[in-house]
């Protein structure tokens, strides 16, 4: 596991090694008095880091964390992550949304098409932002559009599809009472059966 601190230069400490922890300052740095430098801790299975540098970096206030582990992160920073996580999403739904509708838009040309891509992929914030401001309010309009452009589609196609196999059930039945009363012969129904089943 490796931790960064910002540390003091302490007098005469160039490496302190206590159970298989290392603190090695940045190699090749030569320091005034009073200077910082960045040092990088590795710390192993039993490492010690001595009392004497752990108070000298408090009381400095100079430490500064750049990769926590697990059970030293606190809750506001689980939740500040959280929250970053969730923004990231959002902008990214947003973005492939105005994606999405600049290229399904009938009324946008294709130069039109074309200049706002690049807009927004040139210029995100901005172009996603514009975008919203002069077409967001059509965006809604057009997506119940093509909503109700499936939903007949898809009504149409159940639609034809019951009334097809419901005919060819009546045409049997048809079929069948003829062939009972006997107004055709077996010969005849199986002839007829085999036209409408195909």
Not at 27 to 52: K, M, N
Not at 70 to 96: C, D, H, N, Q, R
Not at 152 to 157: G, I, K, L, M, T
Request: overall charge positive; glycine content about 10%; charged content about 20%.
């Amino acid at each position: 596991m490796r931790h960064a601190f910002k540390v003091p230069r302490i007098g005469g400490l160039d490496r302190e090694r206590r159970g298989g922890g290392y603190l090695i300052p940045s190699p090749g740095v030569t320091l005034a008095p009073g200077a910082t430098t960045i040092v990088v801790l590795v710390l192993t299975a039993g490492s010690y880091v001595s009392p004497a540098l752990s108070g000298a970096l408090r009381a400095k206030g100079e430490a500064m964390l750049l990769a926590a582990s697990s059970y030293s992160y606190p809750l506001l920073g689980a939740f500040w992550t959280i929250f970053e996580i969730f923004l990231w999403v959002m902008w990214f739904w947003i973005l492939i949304t105005v994606f999405i509708d600049i290229f399904r838009s009938p009324d946008l040309s294709g130069w039109g098409k074309a200049l706002w891509f690049l807009f927004v992929l040139i210029i995100p914030l901005i172009g996603v932002l514009v975008y919203l401001i002069a077409r967001g309010g059509k965006m809604h309009e057009r997506a119940v559009q093509q909503a109700q452009r499936q939903d007949e589609q898809f009504r149409s196609y159940v639609q034809e599809a019951a009334s097809s196999s419901a005919s060819s059930a009546d045409q049997l039945a048809k079929l069948a009472d003829l062939r009972d009363r006997g107004v055709i012969t077996a010969e005849e129904f199986e002839r007829g059966k085999a036209k409408i089943l195909a």
